[in-house]
């Protein structure tokens, strides 16, 4: 099961290249799209104003988030929102260099991350933006991409890193170039989880038993994939005591998958007639190990005693560069040797592979924001 | 609010396209809600005297910023904040509080009187200055919530539209058991409700009651399923309809919600409104009301329950106050340091800046910022504001010490104490249970008793000139103390000794004393005018009597006395039947009353009949038919059961009634024969001297001779 990548260059990276640039942005993003023109237009006092009240409206919907008062919503969106609201500062922000609008983007991740710790995703895409204006003033200063990319370990032992005088310079262009690459970014996100789901039926064959636990729209979408080819059996724990798996399971029964819910006791009990277990994750840690609804460590101890096969469906945006996690309520830690394989959206790696994906996605120094 | 209504549309379209078009669409006016930051009572006492309620520290922040925080998340855009008590500290807070930047979605406007004596005086304000356009939630300012009641809304203004405008009040309740521990046993309600559209068809606090009524009217209307619940916790959140504000006009008398909402129960028939309630299962909605509430609440906030308003989440946004959030409920804010050995059992909440020295042993209690903790020290329930300071060997268990107060060595703080402001205690003593300390002189109070919503620095000065003039008492605060004992027995008028047990609210004794209550009001001498809560009868009964006494002290025309008794019918809302039995009940026993309960029956007869003279015209105004004269007799029945060393002057007074034809012959025979249904009244009818059969007219005579012999 376990995949050896001797080539790690080969991967992808820069995966958000791979769209090209000529690709319209699909519908939910194009109002936020044109802003960057309307930006030219409006009076700057104003235009402050309302990105201050967009900011601080984003950090309170966050301390509400997931509460009943609050805006409930998925981590995809989650990520989509942040991303948007750090083109939208991008555009607005006063800043000359690449090094202002870093500090700005720094501050504000700061603040953002605070308002929910929990929610990893929102630090994790500040990161990406954060790498992202890197690269494009590393471009703009004429500095091939291929070099950069080819960072050697004894490179970064002697250089230290770009450090921050060297992103004083300015250029012109470098806003749009940036803007641009962060519509690259939205786009790669409103395609996270068809590209996911597109991989179920290599790992889902015709008549195995699964196993899930809760609710995870990633997994629910896998599954129903591959339930368009393949007759399969899931089973569902409902993950008390907020019993997410029922809605799961109904939502999976009503596609057409013949599925059973089972208390979170009986997980043990059920696991020897699974074949795999497909969970979904708030978080992947930057050592292979997850940070998951409460029960699914359970659920991996099971399937590992009973050498189940734990299959991970996570995106790219929930791999953050936090190695232990918080304490969380309802939520526990996962360690990476129970885990078998992921699956994100550029394909399916093993848990020993992500330190690596940690390194392409983000820049080093941006891990303590 | 132009540039409201353009901010909203731009958020609208933009970062939150979710919330989008159909919210838009549906609300064209902004959410606003009424806050009243006063709680129009002293159950905080002596503590509210140097801050208001609405200020309190609850988990490190102010109750007041719970309650606005709910109403932001809710999609309130305006809100109005009425102070009386302190309304300068309410306002100087919110203005440096991030409610009032820029950026706030939720624009606060502070609305300070000293004029405000209840909520009833703030929603008349309300309606005089005609501040709402629309819908609006009226809520406390001590309120800690965090249910979504978008979905009460929606169904608020989808009945207002359905039903033009009946429904004015949505109230808000939550599913909880009795007994539950966030359930205020004072605000313990009974509600009956139709179970389809929700309406509110009777509402009852029930006080500690455990024999409750229900009219039978409220079975009648129409629906055929009904609820009667008593699992209900009232969050003190109510979706008003702007007629509110109008209807607390109309009826200047009423005081509180409570008062509204009974007044429009039973009223309902003739103004056309109805309220109407929704039960949340989940989320959480209390109002601290009284020490008892604020531990409860404070120890639920801590464990999460009203999640996601916890303690490190920092919705206040306040800079320096950040805490981190570890296993068992352990919260620690920045700057904290705590000595070897010493140990944060469960569910504690430590301010910023705050030493704790060695082997201390602390659960489930906050502590403020800028604390200083001695060494071995014991925390359980303990409930400690700012900047205190406590030394070594100090035991506190379920106690309120407030910001600045200073504790000394070897002290323990039995349950319920209280030490307010500035307080310093010890050394080496131990506050027996209850105690209340304040640098306030309880003496004070009386002088100030009429004004208590003066101004806060008047009363601060004058409060000041008077802690010099007395001295402290070594025994009660301990040698290097200062502070003066609030005691219940040290305060004699009623309203005080109230107080004191109110502020840790105290258990409501179950039945025997409500009961007696109840009958107590029956004394004549009492000059207490009674509680709205006390039976409509009763009342109507006492007030017959006043007006009668009246009457015959100031020779009113019988006419006159009729038309207040009508006009008394009306305002309690008293059926005739029961008019004439209360009437004849509190004629006979006008003598008892006036002489006291030992009179002789003779006595009684003489003082009696030149009464029952005088208002014979008053009687004949209202026992008409057959049925007025059974019910009348059934009342005179009534009373000489109760009565029985006055057996020998019922004949007497019967046969008087007879004469001044305020009874006909007829009745009375009827009465006789059929009436008895149990044993001590067939009694009642052997001992009159009378048999069935013998026609009245003898009777008659016979009577006519005792008269004579009275009269020889």
Redesign the interface.
């Known amino acids: 099961m376990r995949r050896r990548h001797n080539h790690p260059d080969v991967v992808p990276n820069h995966f958000h290249r791979q769209h090209t640039h000529t690709q319209t942005p699909s519908c939910p993003v194009s109002p936020l799209i044109s802003s960057r023109f309307y930006t030219t237009t409006m009076p700057a006092p104003d235009k402050e104003i309302d990105l201050t009240e967009r900011i601080e409206a984003f950090l309170s919907d966050l301390k509400r988030g997931g509460s009943g008062t609050g805006p409930l919503r998925g981590s995809a969106e989650m990520a989509r929102e942040t991303t948007a609201l750090l083109r939208r500062i991008a555009a607005q922000a006063r800043w000359s260099n690449a090094g202002d609008l870093m500090e700005i983007i720094r501050t504000e991740g700061r603040r953002m991350t605070a308002a929910q710790p929990s929610e990893t995703t929102v630090g994790n895409m500040i990161r990406r933006v954060l790498k992202i204006i890197r690269e494009e003033y590393a471009r703009s200063r004429g500095s091939s991409e291929e070099t950069d990319q080819q960072e050697s370990l004894h490179k970064l032992l002697t250089s230290g890193g770009l450090s921050e005088e060297n992103f004083r310079q300015h250029f012109a262009a470098l806003k749009a170039n940036v803007i641009e690459a962060i519509n690259e970014l939205l786009t790669e996100l409103e395609g996270t989880t068809d590209n996911i789901k597109m991989q179920a039926l290599e790992h889902i064959h015709s008549n195995e038993v699964i196993m899930t636990i809760g609710r995870s729209r990633t997994v629910e979408a896998f599954l129903k994939d591959a339930a368009r080819k393949r007759k399969f059996h899931v089973i569902v724990a409902e993950c008390a005591p907020f019993c997410q798996g029922h809605k799961m399971a109904t939502s999976l029964s009503e596609a057409g998958i013949e599925t059973t819910v089972i208390t979170d006791a009986a997980i043990f009990a059920v696991m020897s007639r699974v074949n795999k277990v497909i969970i979904g994750t708030q978080t992947v840690l930057a050592n292979g190990g997850l940070r998951a609804v409460n029960g699914t460590h359970t659920l991996a101890l099971a399937a590992k005693h009973h050498s189940t096969p734990l299959i991970v469906c996570a995106p790219m945006f929930k791999l953050s560069p936090q190695v232990r996690s918080l304490c969380l309520p309802a939520r526990g830690e996962i360690l990476s040797k129970l885990i078998t394989l992921f699956i994100s959206n550029i394909g399916g790696h093993a848990p020993s592979y992500i330190y690596r994906l940690m390194s392409e996605l983000y820049h080093p120094e941006d891990h303590e924001l | 609010m132009a540039a409201r209504g353009g ?1 909203q549309s ?2 609208g ?7 989008g078009a159909d919210e838009q669409e549906e609300e064209e006016q902004p959410l606003q809600a009424v806050l009243v930051a006063d709680s129009f009572n002293r159950r905080f006492f002596p503590v509210t005297k140097d801050q208001p309620r609405a200020l309190l520290p609850l988990g490190n922040v102010a109750m007041i910023d719970y309650t606005l925080e ?1 109403l ?3 999609g309130v855009q305006e809100t109005f904040v009425f102070c009386c008590w302190m309304a300068s500290e309410i306002k100087e807070h919110l203005l440096s509080s991030k409610w009032c ?5 939720n624009t606060v406007h502070i609305i300070t009187s000293e004029q405000y004596r209840s909520l009833g005086d703030v929603l008349r304000d309300v309606d005089a200055k005609s501040l709402l356009r629309s819908d609006f939630v009226l809520i406390y300012g001590d309120v800690v919530s ?3 009641i978008s979905s009460a809304l929606h169904a608020h203004r989808h009945r207002r539209k359905m039903d033009k405008n009946i429904s004015v009040m949505t109230m808000i309740f939550k599913e909880s058991s009795p007994g539950h521990k966030s359930r205020c046993e004072e605000d313990d309600v009974i509600v009956a409700m139709d179970s389809k559209s929700q309406r509110i068809l009777h509402y009852q606090k029930t006080q500690g009651l455990k024999r409750l009524q229900f009219p039978m009217n409220i079975f009648h209307n129409g629906s055929d399923e009904f609820e009667i619940r008593h699992d209900l916790l009232d969050c003190h959140i109510s979706i008003c309809s702007p007629q509110v504000a109008e209807l607390f006009t109309d009826n200047f008398d009423y005081q509180s919600r409570n008062d509204f909402v009974r007044g429009m129960l039973v009223n309902e028939e003739i103004l056309g409104n109805q309220i109407h309630m929704h039960v949340t299962k ?2 959480y909605g209390v109002r601290v009301s009284n020490l008892l509430m604020y531990d409860s609440v404070s120890s639920d906030l801590v464990r ?1 329950w009203v ?2 308003l916890t303690p490190e ?3 206040i ?1 306040q800079k320096g106050l ?1 805490c981190t ?3 068992h409920n352990v919260y620690r804010g920045s700057g904290v340091s705590l000595g070897h050995g010493s140990q944060m059992e469960e569910n504690v909440l430590i301010g910023s800046d705050t030493n704790i020295g060695a082997n201390c042993y602390i659960c489930n209690s906050v502590i403020g910022n800028n604390c200083t903790i001695g060494d071995n020290v014991t925390l359980d329930h303990a409930y400690i504001w700012n900047n205190v300071h406590i030394a070594s060997n100090v035991m506190i268990s379920q106690s309120l010490v407030c910001d600045k107060a200073e504790i000394k060595e070897w002290v323990k703080l039995n349950k319920q104490c209280v030490l307010a402001y500035n307080v310093v205690i010890g050394p080496n003593m131990s506050l027996p249970e209850g105690t209340v300390v304040s640098m306030h002189h309880p003496d004070e109070e009386e002088e100030e008793d009429d004004d208590e919503f003066m101004s806060d620095d008047a009363a601060v000065g004058h409060s000041k000139d008077k802690a010099k003039l007395k001295v402290f008492n070594p025994a009660e605060v301990g040698v290097g103390g200062r502070g003066y004992i609030w005691k219940a027995s040290s305060l004699d008028d009623t309203e005080d000794e109230e107080i004191s047990q109110c502020l840790w609210g105290l258990v409501l004794n179950p039945d025997p004393e409500s009961e007696s209550e109840d009958s107590e009001p029956e004394d004549p001498d009492d000059p207490v005018i009674p509680s709205p809560e006390m039976e409509d009868v009763k009342v109507f009964q006492l007030e017959v009597l006043g007006t009668l006494q009246r009457g015959l002290e100031e020779n009113i025309s019988f006419d006159n006395l009729v038309l207040e008794i009508n006009s008394l019918k009306y305002a309690y809302n008293i059926t005739l039947k029961e008019v004439m039995q209360i009437l004849t009940r509190v004629v006979l026993e006008y003598p008892f009353q006036q002489q006291g309960p030992q009179l002789t029956p003779s006595q009684y007869v003489g003082l009696l009949l030149p009464l029952l003279k005088k208002w014979a015209p008053v009687f004949k105004n209202y026992v008409k038919r057959a049925q007025d004269h059974l019910d009348c007799l059934s009342a005179f029945e009534e009373h000489f059961l109760e009565q029985e060393s006055h057996w020998a002057a019922m004949v007497k007074v019967l046969m008087n009634m007879y004469q001044l034809e305020i009874l006909e012959e007829e009745t009375i025979l009827r009465w006789f024969s059929q009436g008895a249904t149990t044993d001590k009244s067939r009694q009642l009818r052997k001992n009159q001297g009378l048999s069935p059969t013998q026609p009245l007219s003898d009777s008659e005579q016979i009577h006519d001779h005792d008269t004579h012999a009275i009269k020889g």
Do not use: E, V
């Open positions: 901010k731009r958020s379209a933009g970062l939150s396209g979710r919330k709910f932001t998340s809710t930047r820029q950026s706030s979605p965090n249910i979504d989940d989320g999460r999640y996601p989440a920092n919705f946004d950040s959030y570890s296993r």
